[in-house]
């Protein structure tokens, strides 16, 4: 595609329930990224990966957060028993290489109830 | 650890004048990039111009221009002729050179007026 594209752009969840957020990355780009952006904050990195190598997941919050790429391209991040500290944008991005440049998705929007 | 900090919240510019956003950062690295990034209320992040640290020319994409001082750790954007499509917020980025993330600033509000 044109761009990085994530799904879906908005997501209203009940305290407690498991969420799922997907992130199609640029065609091509091996390095892809995640990063959640609280109300009115900068964003705060959760995990990176890059080719076939070991993800770098140390900007993950807390064990109820987890995150897989299938295949090289397409990537889920999952936030168990979501609670409402969990509320905010996360935003996926991806580059061509670890020394390019990042492009973001428009994020998703999630509200913890 | 590597800190980014946008000392300015909000600012604000008359269209057409020009304005200049402050980003100033703390690494041991030698060698890394810098990044801006706008944010309008779209959401979209947008990359608005990226200095690798190894080079001393300023970089400059069209209206947009950056003050880079690598010894005073220091990284400011200038946007000439500013529109009003310029207002949104901006993010000072830094990334290592090895990849894995970029390490943000809290963002300054720009707002143009006309």
Same mark, same amino acid.
């Given at each position: 595609?044109?761009?990085?594209?994530?799904?879906?752009?908005?997501?209203?969840?009940?305290?407690?329930?498991?969420?799922?957020?997907?992130?199609?990355?640029? @065609?091509?780009?091996?390095a $892809?990224?995640? !990063?959640?952006?609280?109300?009115?904050?900068?964003?705060?990195?959760?995990?990176?990966?890059q080719?076939?190598?070991?993800p770098?997941?140390?900007g $993950?919050? @807390?064990?109820?957060f987890?995150?897989?790429?299938?295949?090289?391209?397409?990537?889920?991040?999952?936030?168990q028993?979501?609670?409402?500290?969990?509320?905010?944008?996360?935003?996926?991005?991806?580059? !061509?290489?670890?020394?390019?440049?990042? !492009?973001?998705?428009?994020?998703?929007?999630?509200t913890?109830? | 650890?590597q800190?980014?900090?946008?000392?300015?919240?909000?600012?604000s510019?008359?269209e057409?004048?020009?304005?200049?956003?402050?980003?100033?950062?703390?690494?041991?690295?030698?060698?890394?990039?810098l990044?801006?990034?706008?944010q309008?209320?779209?959401?979209?992040?947008?990359?608005?111009?990226?200095?690798?640290?190894?080079?001393?020319?300023?970089?400059t994409?069209?209206?947009?221009?950056v003050?880079?001082?690598?010894?005073?750790?220091?990284?400011?954007?200038?946007?000439?002729?500013?529109?009003?499509?310029?207002?949104?917020? !901006?993010?000072?980025?830094?990334?290592?050179? @090895?990849? @894995?993330?970029?390490?943000?600033?809290?963002?300054?509000?720009?707002?143009v007026?006309?």
């Amino acid at each position: 595609g044109a761009g990085v594209s994530q799904s879906p752009s908005n997501k209203v969840t009940e305290k407690g329930k498991d969420v799922e957020l997907r992130c199609d990355p640029i @065609s091509g780009h091996t390095a $892809l990224y995640w !990063y959640r952006q609280s109300l009115g904050q900068g964003l705060e990195f959760l995990i990176y990966f890059q080719g076939n190598s070991a993800p770098d997941k140390s900007g $993950l919050p @807390s064990d109820r957060f987890s995150a897989e790429r299938t295949g090289g391209s397409v990537s889920t991040l999952t936030i168990q028993r979501t609670q409402q500290e969990d509320s905010a944008v996360y935003l996926c991005a991806s580059s !061509y290489d670890s020394w390019t440049s990042e !492009y973001f998705g428009p994020g998703t929007r999630l509200t913890v109830l | 650890a590597q800190t980014v900090t946008q000392s300015q919240p909000e600012m604000s510019v008359q269209e057409a004048e020009t304005v200049t956003l402050s980003c100033t950062y703390d690494t041991s690295e030698n060698n890394y990039y810098l990044f801006w990034y706008k944010q309008p209320p779209s959401r979209q992040m947008i990359l608005v111009i990226r200095q690798e640290a190894y080079k001393q020319q300023n970089a400059t994409e069209n209206r947009f221009s950056v003050n880079f001082q690598k010894a005073a750790k220091s990284f400011s954007l200038k946007i000439s002729d500013s529109q009003l499509g310029d207002t949104a917020m !901006y993010f000072c980025a830094w990334g290592e050179t @090895s990849g @894995s993330r970029l390490t943000f600033g809290e963002g300054t509000q720009l707002t143009v007026n006309p």
